[in-house]
């Protein structure tokens, strides 16, 4: 990850019975894909892959 200061995200993965979300505190200049490492949730749930799975902000599609 960025050095720097920190700023707060969120990752959220919705689910039709439950969400995962997680506020993380990260450096400034983290990507998207260092966030979603970082949170654990690709751990959590081992069927998702950022290949494949789309991602976005705020509701708008973004890259890693």
């Given at each position: 990850m960025a050095e720097g200061p920190e700023?707060?995200?969120?990752?959220?993965?919705?689910?039709?019975?439950?969400?995962?979300l997680?506020?993380?505190?990260?450096p400034a200049g983290t990507t998207?894909?260092?966030a979603i490492h970082a949170s654990g949730v690709l751990a959590r749930f081992?069927?998702?892959?950022?290949?494949?799975?789309?991602?976005?902000?705020?509701?708008k599609l973004k890259t890693l």
């Open positions: 700023i707060e995200v969120q990752v959220c993965h919705p689910l039709p019975s439950s969400s995962f997680l506020t993380l505190l990260v998207i894909a260092q081992p069927e998702l892959d950022l290949a494949v799975n789309k991602v976005g902000v705020f509701g």
